[in-house]
């Protein structure tokens, strides 16, 4: 039943990107929406109830602190994630504020300590360049995760949207003909070191 897990960290505005995905009759898809603001959960789950979707839920968490116990609690469940999604992530993408951005080495080797053995994907994408580059790089850094196939780390700005549904802030960014910036990483098969 659960044979596709998606955890979408940072995910919303209003939820719209898990929403569709949900939507889209994908009874073998499941969908973990996780943001820091309640009042947007509170919106996200009022609209999953208008829709009466089962396979999407929405928590009010913040990733930075939250994740490990989110992914230890699935892990217990024997729940495989099979992607995980950071969409947008950052309202702190000024480099002064580098140090409180959502992708940072603990995120990653949390992502990497829970999706060891399964081969999970993570999908990245921003619409600030620099922000992307950043995150990249904590992922490749880490050893863990390899480009998928037909991802290339050097053209950011032509990497695809691999699940043909746009996020709020994708449409967004499109509407005012900017570029978006994307990789998709593959967890490859390097055991899990704790530091
Ligand atoms: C720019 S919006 C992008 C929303 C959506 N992913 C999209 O692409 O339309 C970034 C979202 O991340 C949330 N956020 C920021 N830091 C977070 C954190 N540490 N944990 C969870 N959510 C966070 C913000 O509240 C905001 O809703």
Same mark, same amino acid.
């Given at each position: 039943m659960f044979s596709f897990w998606c955890l979408n960290l940072t995910?919303?505005?209003?939820?719209s990107w898990a929403l569709n995905m949900a939507s889209n009759?994908?009874?073998?898809l499941n969908l973990l929406g996780l943001e820091i603001r309640r009042p947007v959960v509170d919106l996200c789950l009022r609209r999953k109830a208008f829709r009466g979707l089962h396979n999407v839920h929405f928590l009010s968490v913040n990733a930075n602190v939250d994740l490990t116990e989110i992914l230890s609690s699935l892990q217990n469940l024997a729940v495989p994630i099979d992607t995980v999604t950071i969409q #947008?992530?950052?309202?702190?993408?000024?480099s002064r504020h580098k140090k409180r951005r959502v992708v940072n080495e603990g995120l990653v080797s949390c992502i990497a300590k829970f999706t060891s053995q399964i081969g999970s994907k993570v999908f990245l994408q921003s619409d600030i360049e620099e922000l992307q580059c950043d995150m990249v790089e904590h992922f490749e850094k880490s050893g863990y995760f390899d480009s998928a196939e037909g991802y290339d780390s050097s053209k950011l700005g032509q990497?695809?949207?691999? #699940?043909g549904q746009q996020t709020e802030r994708e449409i967004a960014t499109y509407a005012k003909g900017l570029p978006v910036f994307r990789m998709l990483y593959k967890r490859n098969m390097k055991p899990y070191l704790d530091k």
């Open positions: 995910y919303l505005v209003s939820g009759n994908r009874t073998d #947008f992530p950052d309202p702190h993408f000024k990497n695809l949207n691999p #699940f």
